[in-house]
């Protein structure tokens, strides 16, 4: 079992930044593939990033690359999301989620965080 909790969230102006961070419990955080995703509203869940176990492999939705990016320290059960050059389409509910295997895929992913607000202001 593994708990997970956002932070981080909060209101912001296009073309600044944010980190956000996902903190869990449990021993056995470095034996997950972490991932981000998030819901705007109206809108579906949809993958943003994901993490391989040690950092080794990160992926990125299109729509995020080279301006979003995901890191973790399996010291600090914790895996971020710095966000830059954020956009008003970046406004969504922000959640983090552990997989046994990898996968960008919602329905893999076993544990979820409640999830952090992001809104982006022009």
């Known amino acids: 079992q593994v708990q997970l909790v956002e932070s981080g969230g909060g209101l912001v102006q296009a073309g600044g930044s944010l980190r956000l961070s996902c903190a869990a419990s449990g021993r056995t955080f470095s034996r997950y593939v972490m991932g981000w995703f998030r819901q705007a509203p109206g809108k579906e869940r949809e993958f943003v990033a994901a993490i391989q176990r040690s950092g080794i492999s990160t992926y990125y939705a299109d729509s995020v690359k080279g301006r979003f990016t995901i890191s973790r320290d399996d010291s600090k059960n914790t895996v971020y999301l710095q966000m830059n050059s954020l956009k008003l389409e970046d406004t969504a509910v922000y959640s983090c989620?552990?997989?046994?295997?990898?996968?960008?895929?919602?329905?893999?992913?076993?544990?979820w965080g409640q999830g952090t607000q992001v809104t982006v202001s022009s």
């Open positions: 989620a552990a997989a046994s295997s990898l996968s960008l895929r919602i329905r893999d992913y076993d544990y």
